[in-house]
C-alpha cells in the first residue's frame, strides 16, 4: 500500500517496471485481484493498524471498481478505464473480488455490482459453443482470436466463470456446468498447443486458472481425476522449463491448488515438490530499500535473473500460496474457497 501501485482511487496498476522505475495504467482485472488480496491479508494479520488498514483500502478499492471503473453505458468493465476492449476473464476476476467484499462485509453495493458483471458476462461473451475471450466496446462485437492464450477461449476461463456459482442463482450454475464441460475436454489441448518451452511456461499460469477452478467441484470423480494428473503435468513441466524461464506465479498457484486439494481430502499431499514450490515463490520476494519494490514479488527469471517487473498478481498468489503454506505445516489450516484470490 506504500509502494505506488495503487493510485490515490484505489485502483491498480498492471505492474511496476523496476529498470524504468514507472507503474503501467491502472488495470480493472488487477484492482479485482488486489480487492481479494487485501481482504485476505485483513482476515490473516493479527489485530492491529495495519490489519484495519487493509481492510479499508479493499473496500475503498471495491468501491472504485463499482463506481468508477464500471462503465454504465456499456453495462461492463473495460479492461483499462476507457478502454474499447472488455475481457471475458477479468470481468469474472472483478465479479469475484466484488463477491469477496460482499461476504466479508455484508454490504449489497458489491453483490450488486458483481451480478452486473456477472450478466455481462452470459451476454455479452457466448457464442456459438464457446466463449468469446475478447469483446469490442460499445459495440460488443467479438474480437478476432490472436496466438496467445488471453485472446483465445481455453479452460483457463473456467475460473472466471466461477463468479456465476459466486453470484447463486441457478442459471449462472447452468452456465458454469457448461464451461465446465468444454474445460474438460478440451484442457489437455491447451498445453500441447505450444511445444515452446518459453511459451509453455506462459501457459502453465492460465492452466493454473482451470486446476484452481476444479476445486470447486472436487466432489465430481471426473474434475478429481484431471485435478491429480494436472498438478503433476504442471509440476514436471514448471521444473523441466525453469532453467529457461520460471513465472513466480506458476509454482505459487500450483502450491495453492496442492495444498487446497489436500485439505478437501481429495488428493494426497506431496510434501517434497510443496516444500519445493515455497522455496521457489519465496524466493522471487524484493528486498531492500526501495518502497516501490520492497516485500514485492517478480513476474519471472530468465536464464537465472530477474526480470524487471514487480508484478502485483505475482505477489498476491505467492503471499497467499506461502501463507498457505506456514499454516499446513503448522497445523493451523484456515481457508475458505472463497478466499482464493
Known amino acids: ?9 484505489g485502483g491498480f496498476a498492471r ?7 514507472q507503474n503501467l495504467p491502472v488495470s480493472n482485472e488487477i484492482t479485482g485481484y488486489a480487492v481479494s488480496a487485501l481482504l485476505y491479508l485483513h482476515r490473516s494479520l493479527p489485530p492491529g493498524e495495519l490489519r484495519e488498514s487493509c481492510l479499508h483500502a479493499a473496500l475503498e478499492t471495491a468501491r472504485y471498481l463499482t463506481r468508477e471503473a464500471w462503465d454504465a453505458g456499456s453495462a461492463t468493465f473495460p ?14 476476476i472483478i465479479a469475484r473480488g466484488l463477491l469477496a467484499a460482499w461476504k466479508q462485509t455484508g454490504d449489497r453495493e458489491f453483490y450488486s455490482r458483481a451480478r452486473d458483471a456477472s450478466l455481462s458476462m452470459a451476454f455479452d461473451f457466448l457464442g456459438d ?7 469490442s466496446l460499445p459495440d460488443k462485437q467479438p474480437l478476432s482470436y490472436e ?24 442459471s449462472g450454475r447452468r452456465m458454469f456446468d457448461t464451461v465446465l464441460a ?18 509453455l511456461m506462459d501457459r502453465l499460469h492460465p492452466y493454473c486458472y482451470f486446476l484452481e477452478a476444479l476445486l470447486a467441484v472436487a466432489d465430481r470423480a471426473d474434475c478429481r481425476a484431471a485435478l491429480a494428473s494436472g498438478i503433476d503435468r504442471v509440476g514436471t513441466l514448471l521444473r523441466r522449463i525453469s532453467p529457461q524461464f520460471e513465472r513466480s506465479d506458476v509454482g505459487a498457484q500450483l502450491l495453492r491448488v496442492r495444498l487446497i486439494a489436500h485439505h478437501l481430502n481429495v488428493i494426497q499431499l506431496n510434501e517434497e515438490a510443496a516444500c519445493d514450490e515455497a522455496d521457489r515463490a519465496a524466493s522471487f520476494q524484493f528486498h531492500g530499500d526501495d518502497p516501490r519494490s520492497l516485500g514485492g514479488f517478480g513476474f519471472g527469471l530468465k536464464r537465472g535473473a530477474m526480470m524487471p517487473f514487480v508484478n502485483p498478481v505475482s505477489a498476491v498468489f505467492c503471499l497467499q500460496a506461502l501463507n498457505l503454506w506456514h499454516q499446513h505445516r503448522a497445523g493451523e489450516w484456515d481457508f475458505e474457497f472463497w478466499q482464493l484470490i
Open 1 to 9: 500500500m506504500q509502494s505506488g501501485i495503487r493510485d490515490s482511487r
Open 15 to 21: 505492474y511496476y517496471r523496476s529498470d524504468s522505475q
Open 79 to 92: 479492461f483499462e478505464p476507457s478502454s474499447p476492449k472488455v475481457y471475458f476473464f477479468d470481468t469474472g
Open 129 to 135: 459453443g464457446e466463449i468469446y475471450p475478447v469483446i
Open 147 to 170: 496466438a496467445s492464450w488471453s485472446r483465445e477461449p481455453g479452460c483457463y476461463q473456467t475460473k472466471s466463470a466461477l463468479a456465476w456459482l459466486g453470484v447463486g442463482e441457478e
Open 182 to 199: 468444454s474445460a474438460l475436454a478440451t484442457h489437455e489441448a491447451f498445453l500441447d498447443a505450444v511445444p515452446e518451452p518459453e511459451k
